[in-house]
């Protein structure tokens, strides 16, 4: 299957800072990327849906000034975490998927693991 | 509305055993897909196994099978000759592509091979 990456596989930071992750399409052109927050023993949660060239669409609950998501390229989508705190440390999963892929072409990174102190 | 239920938080079996994880699923479209997906202790989504639901024929990949009852909106993995590295979360999931297309996950269930 294609591959998709994601940097950095972890980050520290302090309460009130912004981490930015990225998410790539190594092999072929995203034109959708998903972001999933995963809580510790707990299942993946959609957060946004990310189209190449236009605005995200946040799920319920999900704020959109505080998670900003950016999908410049059809190689690169990037979520950013502002002014983050101790409640926002999850993992952080994105996937990948081409507009005309069938249900089963849909591939995801390996996560980012997000700890704010 | 679209939900997918895993009721078995935890599971046991005895290795070279086969292991059933159960799945059930809800939804108004008529098209969608179910996987099956393997999380270990890395956190990296492994992809296993996907059944179509126009497919008549129950999904098969190695040790992998996709017990796929559409009538009852089951789709449970079997896992034959279970190994020790099978130890790990087993999730389900749904895709549909009704107004965009979305993939939601069951809660999961932890498997654990003994010796």
């Known amino acids: 299957g294609a591959v998709v990456s994601q940097h950095p596989s972890w980050v520290i930071c302090k309460s009130g800072t912004s981490v930015k992750i990225e998410c790539r399409s190594l092999?072929?052109?995203?034109?959708?990327m998903f972001w999933y927050r995963q809580f510790p023993k707990q299942s993946l949660m959609l957060m946004a849906t990310?189209?190449?060239?236009?605005?995200?669409?946040?799920e319920q609950g999900v704020e959109k000034d505080k998670f900003l998501i950016n999908h410049a390229s059809l190689t690169l989508s990037t979520l950013t975490v502002t002014s983050a705190h101790p409640e926002d440390s999850s993992f952080y999963i994105c996937?990948?998927?081409?507009?005309?892929?069938?249900?089963?072409?849909?591939?995801f990174g390996p996560g980012t693991r997000l700890t704010v102190l | 509305a679209q939900k997918i239920t895993q009721t078995q938080p935890g599971m046991f079996v005895q290795e070279k055993e086969a292991v059933t994880l159960d799945c059930t699923y809800d939804?108004?479209?008529?098209?969608?897909?179910l996987f099956w997906y393997k999380q270990p202790s890395s956190g990296e989504m492994i992809f296993l196994i996907y059944?179509?639901?126009?497919?008549?024929q129950n999904a098969t990949e190695g040790r992998y099978s996709l017990n796929f009852q559409k009538a009852r909106k089951s789709a449970n993995l079997v896992i034959s000759a279970s190994q020790l590295g099978d130890s790990a979360m087993y999730f389900c999931?749904?895709?549909?592509?009704?107004?965009?297309?979305?993939?939601?996950f069951g809660a999961g269930t932890r498997l654990f091979v003994k010796a």
């Open positions: 996937s990948a998927r081409e507009v005309t892929s069938g249900h089963n072409e849909q591939f």
């Open positions: 092999d072929f052109q995203a034109t959708t």
């Open positions: 990310s189209n190449e060239g236009s605005k995200a669409t946040y």
């Open positions: 939804t108004s479209d008529q098209s969608y897909g």
């Open positions: 059944q179509g639901s126009y497919d008549e």
């Open positions: 999931a749904m895709s549909w592509n009704t107004g965009g297309f979305k993939t939601i």
